[in-house]
């Protein structure tokens, strides 16, 4: 007697897999087969088997490429920091109502305690970004912009640069605040962390800077503080596979773009907090233009007082420069704005008004 002869037994209901279309098979359709029948047809069986494990492999080659495929978070981008200051900086540039104060920036010292090389030079050219981004002036006094001013003047003295309407050796325009600091601190670690199958390693950058925003009318210092920044970027795989933490420079610039946007939304509070101060610009006939505009959000009617800087007030015991003697010399009033930037006003009393004077909004 042979063996399927004695095998008998229930039917079974069997549901193919869908295999992709790589993979050959009769029908989509359910298949009624008996266990007499599968054992009748033992290579076909073997065959489904072989397809099956095939199919698995694959799929799971595939999965473990897919997850080995290395993550980065982190990218610096359009002058984005992670902690999000950069939106806080743009909302408090479109609060700010002073007007577009010239703002002079030094270059940052390198006071980090092993000198990383260039991060004060890179300090400089964020801030400089930072400050036109939150709706101020920045002029650049850096050495490096110094040397250029003077191959400027160079060229134009001996015609090798034609002159303009604007003449090199007239200097740089005058500046209402300056802003300068140093790099205390700079540092980059790299956490890794294990779980299961998974590895990830993030690379960190920490940066520490001072920074000072002082009124060039007055030498007062106005805010002087210490701000730090952080950036992050992680990288991870699976089973040993995917990316390494490698250097980036990228880690720095991100570290200080966070600090010096921290540091530049402090002073433009600061800047909305004092009284409005702004400069006459012009004089013409019996029109005293002074800078403010419509950005200044002073209405016209407005009284400004008039004053002359004086001589500097010397700390005797130090000898430093901590402020000027203002002498007020008369009263304008606004009444009407040219420009955005630029207002127009007449004079209450007083004479002998200069370009340079001080206009100071009365209470």
């Given at each position: 007697m042979?063996?399927?002869?004695?095998?008998?037994?229930?039917?079974?209901?069997?549901?193919?897999?869908?295999f992709?279309?790589?993979?050959?098979?009769?029908?989509?359709?359910?298949?009624e087969?008996?266990?007499?029948?599968?054992?009748?047809?033992?290579?076909?069986?073997l065959?489904?088997?072989?397809?099956?494990?095939?199919?698995?492999?694959?799929g799971?080659a595939a999965?473990?490429?897919?997850?080995?495929?290395?993550?980065?978070?982190?990218?610096?981008?359009e002058?984005?920091s992670i902690?999000?200051?950069?939106q806080k900086?743009?909302?408090?540039g479109?609060?700010?109502?002073?007007?577009?104060?010239n703002?002079?920036?030094l270059?940052?010292a390198?006071?980090t305690?092993?000198r990383?090389?260039?991060v004060?030079?890179?300090?400089?050219?964020?801030?400089?970004?930072?400050?036109?981004?939150?709706?101020?002036?920045?002029?650049?006094?850096?050495?490096?912009?110094?040397?250029e001013?003077?191959?400027?003047?160079?060229?134009?003295?001996?015609?090798a640069?034609?002159?303009?309407?604007?003449?090199?050796?007239?200097g740089?325009?005058?500046v209402?605040f300056?802003?300068?600091g140093?790099?205390?601190?700079y540092?980059e670690?790299?956490?890794a962390?294990?779980i299961?199958?998974?590895?990830?390693?993030?690379?960190?950058?920490?940066?520490?800077?001072?920074?000072?925003?002082?009124?060039?009318?007055?030498?007062k210092?106005?805010?002087?503080?210490?701000?730090?920044?952080?950036?992050?970027?992680?990288?991870?795989?699976v089973?040993?596979?995917?990316?390494?933490?490698?250097?980036?420079v990228?880690l720095?610039?991100?570290?200080?773009r966070d600090?010096?946007?921290?540091?530049?939304t402090?002073m433009?509070?600061?800047l909305?907090?004092?009284?409005?101060?702004?400069?006459?610009?012009?004089?013409?006939?019996?029109t005293?233009?002074?800078?403010?505009g419509?950005k200044?959000?002073?209405?016209?009617g407005?009284?400004?007082?008039?004053?002359?800087?004086?001589?500097?007030?010397v700390?005797?015991?130090?000898?430093?420069?901590i402020g000027?003697?203002?002498?007020?010399?008369?009263?304008?009033?606004?009444?009407?704005?040219?420009?955005?930037r630029?207002?127009d006003a007449?004079v209450?009393?007083?004479?002998?008004f200069?370009?340079?004077d001080?206009?100071?909004?009365?209470?």
């Amino acid at each position: 007697m042979r063996l399927r002869d004695l095998v008998s037994g229930p039917v079974l209901r069997v549901v193919p897999l869908k295999f992709p279309a790589a993979f050959p098979r009769e029908s989509s359709t359910c298949k009624e087969i008996s266990i007499s029948d599968s054992l009748a047809r033992p290579r076909g069986l073997l065959r489904a088997g072989r397809s099956l494990c095939m199919f698995i492999a694959v799929g799971g080659a595939a999965f473990m490429l897919t997850s080995c495929t290395p993550t980065t978070t982190g990218a610096v981008r359009e002058d984005v920091s992670i902690t999000g200051q950069t939106q806080k900086l743009e909302e408090e540039g479109v609060r700010y109502n002073g007007p577009q104060y010239n703002i002079a920036i030094l270059t940052f010292a390198n006071k980090t305690p092993s000198r990383v090389l260039g991060v004060g030079e890179a300090a400089t050219d964020i801030l400089r970004t930072i400050v036109k981004k939150s709706g101020l002036e920045p002029i650049s006094l850096t050495e490096s912009e110094m040397r250029e001013q003077e191959r400027i003047i160079t060229l134009q003295q001996t015609g090798a640069l034609k002159t303009g309407k604007k003449v090199a050796s007239e200097g740089f325009e005058s500046v209402d605040f300056r802003i300068s600091g140093a790099v205390t601190s700079y540092s980059e670690l790299e956490e890794a962390s294990d779980i299961l199958i998974a590895q990830s390693k993030t690379q960190v950058a920490r940066v520490q800077v001072d920074y000072a925003l002082v009124d060039i009318a007055t030498g007062k210092t106005l805010l002087a503080e210490s701000g730090m920044g952080e950036y992050r970027k992680k990288t991870g795989g699976v089973l040993g596979f995917g990316s390494r933490s490698t250097a980036d420079v990228g880690l720095r610039e991100g570290a200080m773009r966070d600090a010096l946007t921290k540091a530049m939304t402090r002073m433009v509070e600061k800047l909305n907090s004092i009284p409005f101060q702004s400069r006459i610009v012009a004089i013409d006939g019996g029109t005293v233009i002074i800078r403010a505009g419509t950005k200044s959000k002073i209405e016209p009617g407005a009284v400004f007082g008039v004053f002359r800087p004086g001589a500097d007030l010397v700390d005797p015991d130090t000898g430093r420069v901590i402020g000027k003697r203002e002498k007020k010399i008369g009263e304008i009033m606004l009444t009407a704005h040219e420009s955005d930037r630029v207002s127009d006003a007449t004079v209450r009393s007083g004479v002998g008004f200069a370009v340079g004077d001080v206009v100071k909004v009365l209470k």
